[in-house]
């Protein structure tokens, strides 16, 4: 991209796109949108398994987590086939919340996870977590979404995958579906909604059995990057409404300048 941008703005756009299948996504500053139809020809010329470039003009927002996209190079299909830890996944951009930078944490749940489990996963989406737990050990995942695009996602991505375990594709309000079906049936609850988990840890907690485990996961803002797995137990312990042990913090992710994704591993005694 030298000659067409400076070497500050090749700067700010580095790690600015992610590629999901034959897809690539790109955010960039204000000042660069301008020349974001260049720039998607010249990803889409370098990055010879790509076949689409895509802008994203807003957040990931709303209940169904979604964002909005426009077309900047290559083909318009915002539908895709990706592959990791030896499974595949049908993928769609624009209706389904999916991120290829948690793949690290999706393979330490798994490994995590123990022959005979219950996991709720509170907001599966297309059962990115859920599969490759069950695709490496034999547990019973129930994967609830209430984005119904997500969930016929991933009732097709449970029949892509031969599993060792099973995942149960359920559509629904996560506090409804655990009040009226999944209390207290949880040996391991997902909290994959950083950005409201407080809103529904009471719920969480109702769907756990005792000593059960929950992956609780939040954004922290942090001038240090090492303070922020503290921060983020100090914040959980504050929220927590029962007896609990913390197993371990981490941050899983950074989301933006001093602000960090970060899980909490907790044991719930109830």
């Given at each position: 991209m030298a000659g067409?941008?400076?070497?500050?703005?090749?700067?700010?756009?580095?790690?600015?796109?992610?590629?999901?299948?034959?897809?690539?996504?790109?955010?960039?500053?204000?000042?660069?949108?301008?020349?974001?139809?260049?720039?998607?020809?010249?990803?889409?010329q370098k990055i010879k398994t790509a076949k689409s470039?895509?802008?994203?003009?807003?957040?990931?927002?709303?209940?169904?987590?979604?964002?909005?996209?426009?077309?900047?190079?290559?083909?318009?299909?915002?539908?895709?086939?990706y592959k990791e830890y030896g499974c595949r996944f049908k993928v769609n951009v624009?209706?389904?919340?999916?991120?290829?930078?948690?793949?690290?944490?999706?393979?330490?749940?798994?490994d995590l996870v123990v022959d005979g489990e219950a996991i709720i996963n509170m907001f599966g989406g297309i059962?990115?977590?859920?599969?490759i737990a069950a695709k490496k050990k034999k547990c019973t995942v129930y994967n609830i979404d209430i984005n119904p695009d997500a969930i016929e996602l991933?009732?097709?991505?449970?029949?892509?995958?031969?599993?060792k375990g099973k995942v149960e594709s359920i559509a629904g309000d996560a506090t409804k579906i655990i009040e009226e079906?999944?209390?207290?049936?949880g040996d391991r609850i997902l909290m994959l909604l950083p950005e409201r988990s407080d809103e529904f840890l009471?719920?969480?907690?109702?769907?756990?059995?005792?000593?059960?485990?929950?992956?609780?996961?939040?954004?922290?803002h942090s001038d240090k990057k090492n303070s922020v797995a503290n921060?983020?137990?100090?914040?959980?312990?504050?929220?927590?409404?029962?007896?609990?042990?913390?197993?371990?913090?981490?941050?899983?992710?950074?989301?933006?300048?001093r602000f960090y994704q970060a899980v909490v591993d907790a044991k719930i005694s109830k």
């Open positions: 067409i941008l400076s070497e500050k703005e090749i700067a700010d756009l580095y790690g600015a796109f992610d590629q999901i299948g034959n897809i690539i996504i790109i955010r960039m500053p204000d000042s660069l949108v301008s020349k974001k139809k260049v720039i998607g020809k010249i990803l889409l470039v895509f802008y994203q003009s807003s957040p990931v927002e709303g209940d169904f987590r979604t964002r909005s996209l426009e077309l900047i190079a290559g083909e318009d299909s915002t539908e895709t086939e624009q209706k389904a919340f999916f991120s290829p930078r948690l793949s690290t944490e999706r393979n330490r749940i798994a059962g990115m977590f859920s599969i991933c009732n097709q991505n449970i029949m892509l995958n031969k599993l079906r999944l209390s207290g049936k009471d719920s969480a907690i109702k769907a756990s059995k005792k000593n059960a485990i929950i992956h609780y996961y939040c954004h922290i921060l983020a137990k100090e914040h959980f312990m504050k929220v927590i409404k029962v007896k609990s042990e913390i197993l371990g913090a981490k941050i899983v992710r950074p989301v933006g300048p």
